[in-house]
């Protein structure tokens, strides 16, 4: 059965990391704002490892996410751990152009 | 033998508005024996109905846990559609928040088929709204095909996602009666390189 939403967040020497977990749609939106509180640093890194899936209204978050963090607080952001599903749906909907992966 | 997996959007059947027959999609999903029928009643269902179809197709290999992650989105994404797209004040604005979940109303009815033959899903829902119109189909799958801007903010991506991911894909539509969206996935062989 899907497994909701949630985030875990750590601070490394070099950036910082959110491993992501679940279902990312309409009800990971306040975790997605709560989330982007806690990044200070220069660099951030998503790992989407133990993400299941990600329907429209999840990709409308996260790139409302990586707006935030690479346009407008110029912040370097990282994907990795990604599926071959979910990328296919972040190369169809630009979130590639906001972020690179890393593998 | 397996095709390799498909680069781009479903052979598309539009059928369109039609005011002058009764709802039902005959040659394009037609009833047969093994034609599973959902009376879909709350958004709380859904995580049931997506288990269940991905545990028809099964992960024995790759290909078909493929096949599985694709029919668990069309799922999410075509009742999310019926739950809350459908549903339409007078001025045409979303009724429903979806953020929160939902029962249907005693004159709403949420209708999911699917069928799997071992190599082809069928999946359909139809929804007792009808709002849909021909020229909103059009119009999401032309904007999210041709926009490169990444714009969180974009309609249609549901839609989009369903016109790309399903190898045959259909909308029929009765104006303010109902809207049928279905179509079908091939199981085939995943790529190995996770790119388009």
């Not at chain 1, 490394?12 to 997605?32: K, N, T």
């Not at chain 2, 033998?1 to 039902?24: C, I, Q, R, W, Y």
């Amino acid at each position: 059965m899907d497994k909701p939403f949630s985030f875990v967040f750590h601070k490394g020497p070099l950036h910082e990391i959110v491993h992501l977990a679940g279902v990312i749609d309409a009800q990971a939106e306040a975790h997605f704002e709560e989330l982007q509180k806690k990044i200070n640093g220069n660099a951030v890194v998503f790992d989407f490892s133990q993400v299941g899936r990600i329907n429209s209204m999840g990709i409308a978050l996260i790139l409302r996410c990586l707006k935030r963090l690479a346009s407008e607080r110029k912040i370097t952001v990282q994907l990795q751990g990604l599926n071959q599903m979910n990328a296919m749906l972040f190369k169809m909907s630009g979130v590639f152009l906001l972020a690179k992966e890393v593998r | 033998m397996l095709e390799a997996e498909k680069h781009g959007p479903a052979t598309m059947v539009f059928v369109g508005t039609a005011n002058d027959v009764s709802p039902g999609l005959e040659g394009l999903f037609p009833d047969s024996a093994d034609t599973v029928v959902r009376q879909v009643m709350s958004t709380s269902d859904k995580p049931a109905l997506i288990e269940e179809v991905t545990l028809l197709i099964g992960e024995f290999d790759e290909d078909h846990a493929l096949l599985g992650q694709k029919a668990a989105l069309m799922l999410d994404e075509m009742l999310e559609n019926a739950f809350y797209a459908a549903p339409r004040t007078p001025e045409g604005k979303p009724r429903y928040d979806q953020r929160l979940p939902r029962t249907i109303g005693k004159d709403e009815q949420v209708l999911l088929r699917y069928r799997y033959d071992g190599i082809r899903l069928f999946l359909e829902v139809r929804d007792s709204w009808g709002s849909l119109t021909q020229g909103q189909v059009f119009s999401y799958l032309a904007v999210n095909t041709q926009e490169k801007e990444p714009d969180p903010e974009r309609t249609g991506r549901g839609l989009f996602f369903m016109w790309w991911m399903f190898d045959h894909f259909y909308v029929r539509i009765y104006p303010g009666q109902e809207t049928a969206i279905g179509g079908s996935l091939l199981l085939q062989k995943a790529r190995s390189d996770s790119k388009l």
